[in-house]
């Protein structure tokens, strides 16, 4: 069993709807849970983190996060063709010394 | 946010060559950390660059291979040795402050091709 596990899709919806972008992670202890877009050719960009349990909104982001169900979510609400990317979910625990563990990402298509 | 630096941005690199890779922060983080990217995969972490200290290796990766120096908060160099085409990735630094409620940013990555 992975560690993270993210479907790798792709993930296709059309201009303005939700896309919703789910997570699970097998360790319990992870505490802290990360979700970046990559695109191609380039670095992964920040842009949710959360550690309480529930959603925590940014814009037209929602993360959501159930430790009791080990599952962590993104929803991307109004999607536009710029947000087609490969979403990179990650957990972290401290004691593990702060490195993150990544998904292998749900690729992302927005279609207009 | 830490704005991070890396260099070079991508190298083509002969096989039996090593390449050094720089990451500046412009601010005192705790944690430096190095991660690999090959084509198509995700992200997988080569070690924790600790300063004035010996890396922390991942399993699969040793000191040998990927020699890393962090001499002070704010900088440090991971250097892919005696490369072979296997080595052909993106090589990113991560950077973030110790404890539960920090982000975690990267930087531009590194595009290497070993021919």
């Known amino acids: 069993q992975k560690e993270v596990e993210q479907n790798s899709g792709p993930l296709s919806v059309p201009e303005g709807a939700i896309a919703s972008l789910n997570c699970t992670y097998s360790d319990r202890g992870s505490q802290s849970f990360f979700w970046y877009r990559q695109y191609s050719g380039k670095s992964p960009e920040l842009i949710m983190f959360?550690?309480?349990?529930g959603d925590k909104e940014d814009g037209r982001f929602t993360a959501q996060l159930n430790k009791a169900s080990q599952y962590v979510s993104l929803l991307i609400r109004d999607s536009q063709p710029s947000d087609s990317a490969t979403y990179l979910c990650?957990?972290?625990?401290?004691?593990?010394?702060?490195?993150?563990?990544f998904g292998a990402g749900t690729i992302l298509r927005v279609k207009s | 946010s830490a704005v991070i630096s890396q260099k070079p941005s991508r190298d083509i690199c002969q096989r039996g060559t090593s390449l050094t890779i720089q990451c500046q922060v412009d601010s005192q983080v705790t944690m430096m950390f190095w991660y690999r990217q090959q084509p198509g995969q995700s992200l997988t972490l080569i070690a924790t660059?600790?300063?004035?200290?010996?890396?922390?290796?991942e399993s699969g990766f040793v000191i040998d291979k990927f020699p890393i120096s962090r001499p002070n908060l704010t900088f440090s160099t991971l250097t892919v040795s005696n490369m072979s085409p296997e080595d052909s990735s993106i090589y990113l630094c991560s950077v973030s402050y110790r404890g539960l409620r920090t982000e975690a940013f990267f930087g531009q990555g590194t595009r290497l091709t070993v021919v």
């Open positions: 990650a957990v972290r625990r401290l004691e593990y010394g702060n490195k993150l563990v």
């Open positions: 660059a600790n300063q004035g200290s010996e890396a922390t290796y």
């Open positions: 959360i550690y309480s349990n």
